[in-house]
């Protein structure tokens, strides 16, 4: 969802992100620039899983054409996900 010219805000519900830290909610608030017919995504979110919080999770990705490829860059381990707008 647009926020004005140049943030958006990227909201993937229930989210599985494997066993050990389960399904999660991820709403970041990322700049975007555009390069040609690819926008590039550079922004933060926090989230609670498995009974801590974390605060400033680094979110960096592109969308290309519909197709949005994310990285949230939690401690000791990166996120990666893929995925189509629908809307």
Same mark, same amino acid.
Do not use: W
């Given at each position: 969802m647009?926020?004005?010219d140049n943030q958006v805000?990227?909201?993937l519900?229930?989210i599985y992100?494997g066993e050990?830290l389960?399904n999660?909610?991820i709403?970041?608030r990322?700049?975007?620039? =555009?390069?040609?017919?690819? *926008?590039e @995504?550079? +922004?933060?979110?926090s989230?609670?899983l498995g009974?801590?919080?974390?605060n400033?999770?680094p979110?960096?990705?592109e969308?290309?054409?519909k =197709?949005?490829?994310?990285t *949230?860059? @939690?401690? +000791? ?6 995925g189509?707008?629908?809307k």
């Amino acid at each position: 969802m647009a926020i004005d010219d140049n943030q958006v805000e990227i909201v993937l519900s229930d989210i599985y992100l494997g066993e050990t830290l389960g399904n999660a909610s991820i709403k970041a608030r990322c700049t975007m620039v =555009v390069i040609g017919d690819e *926008i590039e @995504l550079a +922004g933060s979110t926090s989230l609670s899983l498995g009974g801590f919080s974390y605060n400033a999770i680094p979110v960096t990705g592109e969308v290309n054409d519909k =197709v949005l490829e994310l990285t *949230i860059a @939690l401690p +000791g381990c990166e996120v990666e996900y893929e995925g189509v707008k629908t809307k």
